[in-house]
């Protein structure tokens, strides 16, 4: 191949290109089209990958600066919060109620006036209170957003008398007791176990709440010929509740139902020989709301309701139900004392009304209609915090308007003291 015959090749390849680009030139469509086809291809690429990947979890927005952040920062114990008003601050018997919120947080709390006692290491916890002179121990575990525990007490006692005489014995209280020959097994002041189990998820709260307990005195005072005589009562309360507290930012709201059923019997030789108003079936759905009215970095004022709903059914012989509605307004209100807002005050007010109630007995053909609202429960305390380590309450109230002559009667005062050291 020679120079001239290369040179010819040359010039013919030179030609073709620049024809075949002059000719996409000369239609700009296919260019244009060109680039859609690659375009959708990339969106259904995207679409494709979206259908398969994970969807991310998105937490819900929670702003860091609230104006309620410097009050509801802080853990109260129960003379803070009577009423249950769903805008205040956590106390320990929310705590209880919702274990999740133990999660992360370290304290040794005692309150001597309520005989408890709370300790916990940020996950795991415990606490130790009385109820009826009933001791009770309570161990539980929590993690953000999931939490439980169990709690038992136990208070039995069993006498077996096997001779011909009676013997005195001392019992609960250092009562004395005589017993005849045979058999007595008396459970004192309760065997109560309870659990409660509660979970965070979108930004809410759900706790299930469980109580079971006993009292019993059996006595067989013949073992051969007598007769076996049983005083039981057993309670059993079951409530399942759920709450936006954990973001709520203005208005907080509680739902919740609640399940008892009570009997309160005396049995002779297994048969049934007494029912008293003890011996029931409630359920009881509610709404619970709380709101701050007015606010600003020292002080606010909380306004709260609650809404019950209680249908009970009475165990037979006694053929009595009732339907009752009940409304629980309360005010609480609060403020910072000092620069350093070591000192707080706080006070509330509230009362139970039976806005409605209607009691029928089927058996006398006999009804009972009522609309009541009772006495007002008011209280004031303060809070002393040193540092953030070591904080005090104490707080005082009692009913007022219990009655026309007097306001103030002392009827269901209480005096309540507690101590928190923080880590």
Not at 27 to 39: D, I, K, V
Not at 106 to 123: A, R
Not at 175 to 197: E, K, L, M, N, Q
Not at 267 to 274: M, P, T
Request: proline share 3%; aromatic share 12%; charged share 20%.
């Amino acid at each position: 191949m020679n120079l001239k015959t290369t040179f010819g090749i040359g010039l013919v390849s030179l030609g073709i290109a620049f024809a075949q680009e002059g000719s996409y030139e000369s239609t700009p469509m296919a260019q244009s089209m060109s680039e859609q086809e690659l375009q959708k291809q990339e969106e259904q690429a995207a679409a494709s990958q979206d259908l398969t990947a994970p969807v991310p979890f998105v937490a819900p927005e929670i702003p860091k600066e609230s104006k309620r952040s410097s009050f509801n920062s802080i853990l109260h114990g129960k003379s803070y919060n009577r009423n249950s008003n769903m805008a205040a601050a956590n106390n320990t018997d929310l705590l209880l109620t919702y274990p999740n919120l133990f999660a992360n947080r370290k304290f040794f709390y005692i309150e001597p006036t309520n005989k408890l006692g709370i300790l916990s290491l940020g996950s795991f916890f415990t606490a130790f209170d009385m109820s009826n002179q009933l001791g009770r121990l309570t161990l539980g575990y929590a993690a953000p957003g999931f939490g439980f525990y169990i709690r038992a007490g136990l208070g039995r006692d069993r006498i077996s008398n096997n001779g011909e005489g009676t013997v005195t014995v001392r019992q609960e209280n250092n009562t004395t007791a005589t017993v005849a020959p045979g058999v007595r097994s008396t459970t004192y002041s309760g065997d109560d176990w309870a659990f409660a189990i509660s979970k965070g998820f979108l930004g809410m709260n759900v706790a299930l709440n469980g109580d079971w307990l006993t009292k019993k005195n059996q006595v067989h005072v013949d073992p051969d010929n007598g007769r076996e005589t049983e005083n039981k009562y057993d309670s059993l309360t079951v409530n399942l509740s759920l709450t936006n507290a954990p973001t709520a930012k203005n208005f907080t709201w509680t739902l919740g139902a609640r399940l008892s059923n009570s009997r309160d019997e005396t049995l002779i030789n297994g048969d049934i020989d007494d029912a008293s108003r003890n011996s029931f079936i409630d359920i009881a759905p509610y709404i619970r709301g709380g709101l701050s009215v007015l606010e600003n970095e020292n002080a606010r004022v909380l306004f709260g309701t609650a809404a019950i709903f209680s249908y009970r059914n009475f165990y037979d012989p006694i053929e009595v139900n009732t339907l009752t509605a009940i409304l629980q307004p309360s005010i609480l209100g609060e403020v910072f004392v000092g620069e350093k807002k070591n000192f707080m005050f706080y006070g509330e007010i509230g009362y139970d009304w039976i806005v409605f109630q209607y009691l029928s007995n089927s058996a006398v053909d006999f009804s009972v209609m009522t609309d009541r609202m009772n006495e007002l429960n008011a209280s004031v305390g303060f809070r002393y915090q040193y540092k953030d380590f070591l904080a005090v309450e104490m707080g005082i109230g009692q009913q007022v308007f219990s009655s026309t002559k007097s306001i103030f009667n002392g009827d269901n005062t209480f005096v309540d003291f507690s101590a928190m050291i923080r880590f």
